[in-house]
């Protein structure tokens, strides 16, 4: 079970950071994911961290401004997003890939996640 939280109402230039609490099964071998849907739009990437190693990969929109982290003693993962801009806002979703250890390459398209959490409402105001 994933449970993303953390996600709110800020100015254009400011910060949030959203949380993915993981439970119910062991995530070691995982690689969880962050996604964000706006309206009229599909789901798309934006950051990717292996549950093991720590390496991650983001998409070219967030990059140098979100940062993705995993908390092993709190099996949860993390999404710091600085610099927000009003093209940031969304519903952000975290989720899960339980084959990336048998790959070790990350994947970036929606349908190829296995698990996902309910989605947290991030909006940007101009």
């Known amino acids: 079970q994933l449970q993303a939280s953390g996600g709110g109402l800020v100015q254009t230039g400011g910060s949030l950071r959203l949380s993915c609490a993981a439970s119910g099964r062991t995530f070691t071998a995982f690689a969880m994911a962050w996604f964000r849907q706006a309206p009229a739009k599909e789901r798309e990437f934006v950051a990717v961290v292996s549950w093991a190693g720590g390496s991650t990969r983001y998409s070219d929109s967030v990059k140098g401004r979100f940062t993705v982290s995993r908390d092993h003693a709190k099996n949860t993962v993390y999404l710091q997003m600085n610099s927000l801009k009003p093209e940031d806002t969304a519903v952000y979703y975290c989720?899960?890939?339980?084959?990336?250890?048998?790959?070790?390459?990350?994947?970036?398209?929606?349908?190829?996640?296995?698990?996902w959490g309910q989605g947290t409402l991030v909006t940007v105001s101009s």
């Open positions: 989720a899960a890939d339980p084959e990336f250890i048998a790959r070790l390459t990350f994947r970036s398209e929606a349908n190829e996640y296995e698990y």
